[in-house]
T-cell receptor, first 113, second 111 residues
Framework: DAGVIQSPRHEVTEMGQEVTLRCKPI?????LFWYRQTMMRGLELLIY????????DSGMPEDRFSAKMPNASFSTLKIQPSEPRDSAVYFC???????????FGPGTRLLVL | SQQGEEDPQALSIQEGENATMNCSYK?????LQWYRQNSGRGLVHLIL?????REKHSGRLRVTLDTSKKSSSLLITASRAADTASYFC???????????FGTGTRLLVSP
């Protein structure tokens, strides 16, 4: 299996622009997670889906952030408008129902100028 | 907010030495996991220990769990330069499948 795939790997944008991060989970996995990692706050769970349905979005920082999962093989995390404090590494992870282990993608390093 | 606090924040050892890192958490758990993150990469699962287990081994890894003290330790024996990475504990305090990660320990193993 190819593992969790994220794109782009790096993104540099200017404040106010829309940013879309993409994730393809491992085939057959029922859960998909979006995390954000910064030096100050560590690794934070933003939102997670089960069978394409958002289960818990309590970690989404504010309305500028939105996530969708239109099908079992694709999810997006959108930031609109982006701000410099959104600069971080964003990880997508997936797991199977009944298994506690999560498989992480390589991450998207976002820099908002 | 982060559930796990890890200690030490950074650890520097020589190849062949053992590395021990600790994790403390705040609330009751069903299980605790350890993950490794190499620089610029995603996290990789290492080992899971359940709340009714006290010790678990996997290759050169040994994990202990003390639920009365709400703490866990990860021991890497006979360390190698390739073990250089950050190590995170994660607990399921948020419920099934929802993990909360600790602050991490940065391990540097010098040849």
């Amino acid at each position: 299996d190819a593992g969790v795939i994220q794109s782009p790997r790096h993104e540099v944008t200017e404040m106010g622009q829309e940013v879309t991060l993409r994730c393809k989970p491992i085939s057959g996995h029922d859960y998909l997670f979006w995390y954000r990692q910064t030096m100050m706050r560590g690794l934070e769970l933003l939102i997670y889906f089960n069978n394409n349905v958002p289960i818990d979005d309590s970690g989404m920082p504010e309305d500028r952030f939105s996530a969708k999962m239109p099908n079992a093989s694709f999810s997006t995390l959108k930031i609109q408008p982006s701000e410099p404090r959104d600069s971080a590494v964003y990880f997508c992870a997936s797991s199977r129902w009944g298994a506690e282990t999560q498989y992480f993608g390589p991450g998207t390093r976002l820099l908002v100028l | 907010s982060q559930q796990g606090e890890e200690d030490p924040q950074a650890l520097s050892i020589q190849e062949g030495e053992n590395a021990t890192m600790n994790c403390s958490y705040k609330t009751s758990i069903n299980n605790l996991q350890w993950y490794r993150q190499n620089s610029g990469r995603g996290l990789v699962h290492l080992i899971l220990i359940r709340s009714n287990e006290r010790e678990k081994h996997s290759g050169r890894l040994r994990v202990t769990l003390d639920t009365s003290k709400k703490s866990s330790s990860l021991l890497i024996t006979a360390s190698r330069a390739a073990d250089t990475a950050s190590y995170f504990c994660a607990t399921d305090v948020g419920g099934f499948q929802k993990l909360v990660f600790g602050t991490g320990t940065r391990l540097l193993v010098s040849p």
